[in-house]
């Protein structure tokens, strides 16, 4: 299965992060929510311009601009 942006995953999808793309300051931030290869992240909702996740218990709302940047299966 190739690897596709969170942003294009579906509400009750669970996936699993093979890499975060971007510049360092992007990539760092979200390492530090979390969004680290092999992780787990279960989309609560997901609109046209926003995606609610749940990853190692906690509950954040990302940007689809941001959520382009996490590869996933």
Do not use: W, Y
């Not at 009750?12 to 092999?38: A, I, P, Q, S």
Request: glycine share 10%.
């Amino acid at each position: 299965m190739p690897a596709m942006p969170l942003s294009l995953a579906h509400s009750g999808d669970t996936v699993t992060v093979t890499r975060v793309r971007g510049g360092e300051d992007l990539k760092h931030h979200l390492e530090n929510l979390g969004f680290v290869e092999g992780s787990e992240v279960h989309v609560v909702a997901s609109s046209g311009s926003n995606i609610i996740v749940t990853i190692k218990g906690a509950r954040f709302g990302l940007d689809s601009k941001v959520a382009s940047h996490v590869m996933t299966v």
